[in-house]
């Protein structure tokens, strides 16, 4: 089975209305991505896949949406995901998501497990403006340990000017991790740049992971960063994912049979091509406790 741990609801059910249409040349060195997607759009996509986790962003009144596309926030964006899901169960999985800081965060969690049948949470602590080691935040971790519910976290850099990047440093995740030893956490990007950190955190916790989503079209650091897990010993712990709309499964899936490419000449030492293989196939839902 081939598993998709990381996507983004598309912004737009059916059709793009040609003002609204957002196409961002900061997110990959190599081409432009057309951040506007209508549903279709990304059940196309998700064809190589036979599962795909799906989720959006947060934010409570006053905050200004800063993941995919800047601008107002959706209210209802759990409900947004929970449509998506229900119109195709067999291959979707939805992760709500609540900004900690508000007074309903925990009744969201539980809204969201009981009525919209969400199975996780993701959060964005850099774009949401929230202490990742805070209170408010360990009271989501704590109710979601409490329900068995996997978290995955963005990790490592963003070009948003407005999200503070020290929120989203891999070694925070050493602290949560510690704090609610039997959480099951992903860890986004594998804390892009901070890779090396990334593998020596997801090395010391049992259920901490990191996804391989929007590596690749940075191909000396996408090397470098597989090297650095083949040598702290945890391609193991490394979960397929696309970060779709900015990479697409095909994508990902391809470069990570490419990986020595860019070294090809050069005489370092290659990934071994069978661990790739291996993340591409892994068995994602069940380390994630999300088969039942």
Known sequence: MIVDVHTHVPTHRTVVPKDEEVVNAVWRPDRAVRATCTWQDYMDAMKVVDRAIVFSIAYGPGHRRMDLVEREPRPNANDDTAALVRSHPDKLIGFLSVDPAQPDALDEIDRGVSDLK????KLGPNYQDFDPLGAQARNVYARAQTLGLP??????TSPVRTAPIRYAHPLLMDEIAIAFPELRIVMAHIGHPWQADACVVIRKHPHLYADVSAQFYRPWSYYNAM???TEWNV???????????ITTPKETIDHLRIVNQAVQVTGLPPISVDAMEAIIHR????????TA
């Open 118 to 121: 969400l199975r996780g949470i």
């Open 151 to 156: 978290l995955l976290f963005h990790q490592g």
């Open 227 to 229: 090297r650095l897990a």
């Open 235 to 245: 391609l193991h712990k490394l979960l397929l994912g696309s970060d779709f709309p």
């Open 283 to 290: 068995d994602s839902l069940s380390l994630l406790g999300l």
